[in-house]
């Protein structure tokens, strides 16, 4: 009869739209644990996916190809209940309108920072381990947020997959900033941060990072990781001044300029239209300065 039963009955259980709706009311921490939890389930399916690939050379058993099901059932409501989360939230609301920020990170971001403890864009990029000139030594407390630095390096990920999409803004600031990035490597302004790099890490001398660094370039990994860092530095500096808006109804300390090129720019906030308020105010601090 045991049996029957566990036939007739879903093995995952869908969340139902009641439950969609409360998910709006989660905590912080309750919304922090879900997107980790939601992470660690994508990692454990992708690498049980590559264990499956690497035992079977036909079709997987029945049984693995079940597991594999369940396990993406379950990060869809997972996903959906963080959807929720972040749509309840004016900020969220904007994050999940440009191309490249989905729910989890949109989620993520929310729990993740605690504006109280961020008055400008700085102390997000400290927190999230985007600061270059934070060190960690031996026995010392780590200085980012673990979770966070990982939140910020897939948003950055992100960016780079949808790089070619048009409706991807930050996708296209990853993709001149390696062209700018390219250049400079090129033309060895990088020579003295490939020998710090030199004496503080080891390498196989046979390696490609160490006939790059040997050479006073960056290797193209690390090129592509500046890259990254920098369009999801931009995106935490508008994320920064949509959240600060929305709590404050001022602007915050111009955090959406941004070193380019070797000269101080504004890089505009976009989608600045669907926070109320914000665009018209953002107009009349150009139209003053």
Not at 27 to 43: C, N, P, W
Not at 66 to 89: F, N, P, V
Not at 113 to 140: C, F, N, S
Not at 168 to 178: A, F, N
Request: aromatic share 10%; proline share 4%; net charge positive.
């Amino acid at each position: 009869m045991d049996d029957m039963n566990d036939e007739m009955s879903p093995v995952i259980k869908r969340l139902s739209r009641d439950l969609v709706k409360a998910a709006a009311t989660l905590s912080t921490d309750e919304a922090r644990f879900l997107v980790d939890s939601y992470y660690q389930m994508q990692t454990d399916r992708q690498r049980a996916a590559s264990q499956v690939r690497s035992m079977e050379k036909k079709e997987p058993h029945i049984t693995l190809s079940w597991l594999q099901e369940q396990s993406g059932t379950l990060e869809k409501q997972i996903q959906r209940a963080l959807q929720s989360y972040a749509e309840a939230d004016q900020v969220g609301q904007w994050m999940m309108g440009l191309y490249g920020i989905g729910p989890i990170i949109a989620a993520g971001m929310l729990a993740h920072i605690d504006m109280k403890q961020a008055p400008t864009v700085g102390h997000i990029w400290r927190y999230a381990g985007l600061d270059p000139t934070d060190t960690w030594g031996t026995g010392e407390k780590r200085p980012w947020n673990a979770s966070l630095k990982t939140l910020c390096w897939k948003t950055g990920q992100s960016f780079m997959k949808f790089s070619n999409a048009e409706e991807c803004v930050y996708g296209h600031m990853y993709k001149e900033r390696k062209e700018y990035e390219i250049k400079r490597n090129e033309s060895g302004n990088n020579k003295e941060a490939a020998a710090n790099i030199l004496k503080t890490k080891n390498f196989k001398k046979n390696t490609e990072a160490y006939k790059c660094y040997i050479q006073g370039k960056l290797p193209p990994a690390h090129i592509d990781a500046r890259a990254r860092r920098y369009a999801t530095k931009i995106f935490l500096s508008h994320l920064h001044a949509v959240w600060f808006w929305v709590l404050n109804k001022k602007l915050a300390p111009r955090p959406y300029m941004m070193e380019y090129g070797g000269h101080v720019h504004y890089v505009p906030i976009p989608n600045a239209d669907l926070v109320p308020g914000l665009e018209e105010a953002l107009r009349k601090e150009q139209r003053g300065s």
